[in-house]
């Protein structure tokens, strides 16, 4: 009995202790600056642009950029293989070099495979893959501890399918930043 007192108590002071109390709030003073550029550095008939052609204040990364070799984020593969196809070079060359120059950036490269062969082969085979690219990766200057691998082999498709279209898209090695 004296214990349900006691949180009785316990918790009308909390509820009536949490009463909101009036307080001053501090004023916020905004200074107008004016939207007027004459006298200013760089501008050039009352237009200044901020970003549009330094990458480092526009928020646009080269990974973002749709035009960059780095947008390419899949690369394929042919039917039981881990050799790079040609094609793919350019964008792994591209990848390798943007980790060497931001050495705290970090990429998971994750291996698949198509629903063809055992489920531990194609394990096998996704890893193969993988490692496949960041060997490729760490000769053209990334480090290796910046890379990460997996294989998901054949559990996670891009595309649900038993034929030769879905099986193209599913051999691949996907770039995670």
Known sequence: MTIRLILITLLAMFIFGCESTTEKRDEVVVED?????????GAEDGVQTYGAMDESLSGMSALDDPNSPLSTRVIYFEYDSSDILPEYRGAIEAHAAFLASNPDVNVTLEGH???????????ALGERRAETVKRQMT????????????SYGEERPAIDGHDDYAWSQNRRVEFLY
Do not use: C, K, P, W
């Open 33 to 41: 600056m004016g939207t007027s550029l004459e006298g200013e550095a």
């Open 113 to 123: 495979a198509d629903e063809r062969g055992s489920r531990e082969y194609n394990l």
């Open 139 to 150: 000769l053209l200057g990334a480090s290796a501890a910046q890379i990460i691998t997996v």
